[in-house]
């Protein structure tokens, strides 16, 4: 019987390192990227994660193909996560309502799981 209480505690260590290791942090936002807050009568709170795509050099890449002269595709909702881990907007996690790519943008909206408190009102006033 011990021994199965010794394997069920290491699995359940390693299942918490695991999910410690792949936590988004601050190193996962790229320089430049935009963030918008909404926070409506209800207590939905609503936001805006907005990247730039780099405008590339006319010379550089005149020989690529159109497809090779693009920027990969950037992972905006691991994007999010980590701008919502570093500033707590959303405390209860978040819904994806959609993505889309502009001219020269990526943007990601989606709404928070928790609703807006009197603190949330203060911190991310428009």
Not at 22 to 39: E, H, R
């Amino acid at each position: 019987m011990p021994r199965k209480i010794h394997c069920v505690v290491v699995i359940a260590v390693l299942t918490q390192l695991l999910a410690c290791a792949s936590q988004p942090d601050a190193g996962d936002v790229p320089a430049g990227v935009d963030f918008k807050t909404q926070m409506l009568a209800d207590g939905t709170k609503l936001f805006k994660v907005i990247t730039r795509e780099s405008i590339p050099n006319e010379r550089r890449g005149l020989n690529k193909p159109p497809e090779q002269r693009r920027e990969r595709p950037q992972d905006m909702k691991k994007i999010a996560e980590a701008m919502l881990a570093e500033n707590r907007y959303c405390r209860s996690g978040f819904v994806v309502l959609e993505q889309y790519q502009q001219q020269h943008s990526h943007v990601l909206r989606g709404e928070c799981r928790d609703a807006a408190d009197a603190s949330d009102r203060q911190r991310f006033a428009n």
